[in-house]
């Protein structure tokens, strides 16, 4: 920028002297290039490969990736910060959007089930994996792993593309981790028990709909005020 | 600059545009805009972006039937560098039982949604940082760093095949999709969130 020998106005002046303010270039070019080759990988998806419905999820992808950068938005600080912090603002938030996401998915999946009074029709809509002592472990690791590396899958994925020379190399790592756990499959699966087969959808597992859904916002409104009484409790003690 | 030009044409206040957002031809800046700053450059609360997140990831059902996902595809990555590097990951018994789609004729990238939008994430995440004119590569500040990278991002890749998914796959769609393994994930990855912390302040600070 030429700004620095001309007389600055008096506004500019102040927003040089203000804390924190350091000019930097101005980015919005380069914006204005990747807005380019995203429009070209949609292109791609929807023109060349003939699939619309590509080309959309590639847009939500980018919208999932400004959400949470405008927001800062980070799942392992959700469950760290109860602990480390005290702070519950933001598992607070995890569980607003965990309930919104409910009502959601709930009203699809019971659209779908409501046709034929199938709950199979209904649990394609689900993502049922299976749970056992391997989801346990498995969770355990991973928020090991999260807390150490400063960010989760989508936190890794976020700060990569916000500059973090940290998480460029920790997604890598992460993918070699993912591929070595798919690839020893055979052993963690006879030690930890695993049964493919064992998925419970709790609508069906609890006899329908209501009570999946009363005990659903019910845990979920429980863990909200637990939370919100953490947060006050810490806020108290300093 | 275009953008510059077509902020002066712009209605309401831009007629009358204020003393900080002029530049040194006296045009309107931009990236001084409150209109601009409102949507690209302030920080949403973190209820804004959880409400946001939930929301694209039911549009994503709705569109897809298959909800947002992160660890999957990059387990398709790792598999496919291996095959680059000479390996056989179609052999893995893993795919067969689990996940049947990397062996489907025509799999690859750009036909995965997760691939999608995991790369549309970093890119997402680049974007709203330079609309905002924030980037800037955040160096490593000690060499603690690296340990804590890799160690971590092994563990995570690791735990997530382990539980099926991560905190996106196995809690984020999972509680919301009614399956009782993202409860459990749930719980269990406090647990080890409250085992990194301590880690974290011992080794790692």
Redesign the interface.
């Known amino acids: 920028m030429?700004?620095t020998e001309?007389p600055l106005?008096?506004?500019?002046r102040i927003?040089r002297i203000a804390p924190a303010r350091k000019e930097?270039a101005?980015?919005?070019p380069?914006?204005l290039v990747?807005?380019a080759?995203?429009a070209a990988v949609a292109y791609?998806?929807v023109v060349r490969?003939e699939?619309p419905?590509?080309g959309?999820?590639?847009?939500?992808?980018?919208?999932?990736?400004?959400?949470?950068?405008?927001?800062?938005?980070c799942?392992?600080a959700a469950?760290?910060d109860p602990?480390?912090t005290g702070s519950t603002?933001?598992t607070?938030?995890?569980i607003?959007?965990?309930a919104?996401?409910?009502a959601?998915?709930?009203a699809?999946?019971f659209g779908a089930f409501s046709k034929a009074g199938q709950f199979a029709d209904a649990m394609?809509?689900?993502?049922?994996?299976?749970?056992g002592l391997?989801?346990?472990?498995?969770?355990?690791?991973?928020?090991?792993?999260?807390?150490?590396?400063?960010g989760?899958?989508?936190g890794?994925?976020?700060?990569?593309?916000?500059?973090?020379?940290?998480?460029w190399?920790?997604?890598?790592?992460?993918?070699?981790?993912?591929?070595?756990?798919?690839?020893s499959?055979?052993l963690?699966k006879a030690a930890?028990f695993v049964d493919?087969k064992r998925?419970?959808?709790?609508?069906k597992?609890l006899g329908g709909f209501g009570l999946?859904l009363v005990l659903?916002f019910g845990?979920l409104l429980a863990a909200w005020l637990a939370a919100d009484w953490w947060g006050k409790r810490k806020a108290t003690i300093h | 600059m275009t953008p510059d030009s077509e902020l002066s044409r712009g209605p309401g206040p831009a007629a009358t545009p204020p003393a900080i957002a002029v530049d040194q031809g006296g045009r309107v800046r931009l990236r001084e805009r409150e209109t601009y700053k409102t949507l690209f450059v302030n920080p949403w609360t973190y209820t804004t972006g959880a409400v946001v997140l939930a929301l694209l990831n039911v549009v994503l059902l709705l569109a897809t039937g298959k909800a947002w996902g992160v660890t999957t595809s990059l387990t398709y990555w790792g598999a496919w560098a291996w095959r680059w590097l000479g390996g056989q990951p179609q052999h893995w018994r893993y795919f067969a039982e689990i996940k049947p789609a990397f062996n489907r004729p025509g799999f690859d990238f750009l036909a995965d949604a997760g691939s999608l939008t995991n790369v549309g994430i970093v890119l997402g995440a680049l974007l709203a940082a330079l609309l905002a004119n924030q980037f800037r590569v955040k160096k490593l500040k000690a060499k603690r760093q690296i340990v804590a990278a890799v160690a971590g991002g092994l563990l995570m890749g690791f735990g997530a095949r382990l539980a099926f998914g991560c905190n996106i796959g196995a809690m984020f769609t999972a509680i919301p999709a009614l399956s009782l393994h993202g409860w459990v994930f749930l719980v269990s990855i406090f647990a080890g969130a409250a085992v990194g912390s301590r880690l974290l302040l011992r080794y790692f600070v």
């Open positions: 030429p700004a001309t106005p008096s506004a500019r927003a930097r101005n980015q919005l380069y914006a990747l807005l080759v995203a791609e998806l490969r699939s419905v590509s959309f999820v590639w847009i939500v992808g980018i919208a999932l990736g400004l959400a949470m950068q405008r927001s800062r938005f799942f392992t469950m760290r602990l480390l603002s933001l607070k938030a995890v607003v959007g965990l919104v996401a409910t959601g998915f709930a699809a999946q394609k809509l689900s993502s049922l994996d299976p749970v391997h989801t346990v472990v498995g969770g355990v690791l991973f928020g090991i792993g999260a807390v150490i590396a400063g989760c899958a989508t890794t994925l976020m700060r990569a593309g916000e500059g973090f020379v940290q998480q190399l920790a997604l890598p790592f992460f993918v070699v981790g993912s591929a070595a756990g798919a690839a499959y055979p963690w930890l493919p998925v419970v959808y709790l609508p597992a999946a659903q845990l």
